[in-house]
Structure formats: structure tokens, C-alpha cells
């Protein structure tokens, strides 16, 4: 059994298989994760899947998940908008590419 998700994730895209982002938010949900900063060229078009996904499947509809998108700032300054976020400032983060 994989590790729990930190609650602060950034996804780099773009991602190797979309078909993945499915089984992602899925383990995001379970995970408790409350940020996924889509950063890197292309996010906007992940951020949409990310949401109808969140939205349209078999999620708890209580739970919150939010996302950002990141296309034109650097790694350095995404870490920062992710370690500073208000809600989770104490929690770790995690890179994640799929």
C-alpha cells in the first residue's frame, strides 16, 4: 500500500497518460489532499479534467479540493505560493509527476 499524499501537492505537467489523472483524484480525495497546484505548461486544460473529475465521479461532494494553475511562474515561486497557502501552512507539500 502506497504512502498517504501530503495535503499540498504540486503535478507538474505535462503528465505521461492522462488516463492516470482518474486514479489520481481519486487517491487525492482518499488522501485528504486540500491543494494541487497545476504548474507547468498546458495546466489549464489539466486543471479542467481535475475538476469534472472531482466534480462529475464517485467523490464525496462534502469534501474540497483546491486547485491553482501555474503556466507562466517558476518551480521556485509555485514552492512559495504552496508552502505560504493560508489554509494548510504548517503541512508538508509534494511534487508529483505522472
Same mark, same amino acid.
Given at each position: 500500500?502506497?504512502?498517504?499524499l501530503?495535503?499540498? =501537492?504540486?503535478?507538474?505537467v505535462? !503528465?505521461? &497518460?492522462?488516463?492516470? =489523472?482518474?486514479?489520481?483524484?481519486?487517491?487525492?480525495?482518499? &488522501?485528504? !489532499?486540500? =491543494?494541487?497546484?497545476?504548474?507547468?505548461?498546458? #495546466?489549464?486544460?489539466?486543471?479542467?479534467?481535475?475538476?469534472?473529475?472531482?466534480?462529475?465521479?464517485?467523490?464525496?461532494?462534502?469534501?474540497y479540493? #483546491?486547485?491553482?494553475?501555474?503556466? &507562466? *511562474?517558476?518551480?521556485? *515561486? !509555485?514552492? &512559495?505560493?504552496?508552502?505560504?497557502?493560508?489554509?494548510?501552512?504548517?503541512?508538508?507539500?509534494?511534487?508529483?509527476?505522472?
Amino acid at each position: 500500500m502506497p504512502m498517504p499524499l501530503a495535503r499540498k =501537492l504540486i503535478l507538474h505537467v505535462p !503528465v505521461s &497518460d492522462e488516463a492516470l =489523472l482518474a486514479d489520481f483524484v481519486k487517491r487525492c480525495v482518499a &488522501d485528504g !489532499v486540500v =491543494l494541487i497546484a497545476v504548474f507547468g505548461l498546458g #495546466c489549464e486544460r489539466i486543471q479542467r479534467t481535475i475538476g469534472a473529475l472531482a466534480v462529475g465521479g464517485e467523490i464525496d461532494q462534502t469534501f474540497y479540493l #483546491c486547485t491553482s494553475i501555474h503556466p &507562466d *511562474e517558476t518551480l521556485d *515561486e !509555485v514552492v &512559495d505560493m504552496v508552502r505560504s497557502w493560508e489554509f494548510e501552512q504548517s503541512d508538508s507539500f509534494e511534487e508529483i509527476r505522472l
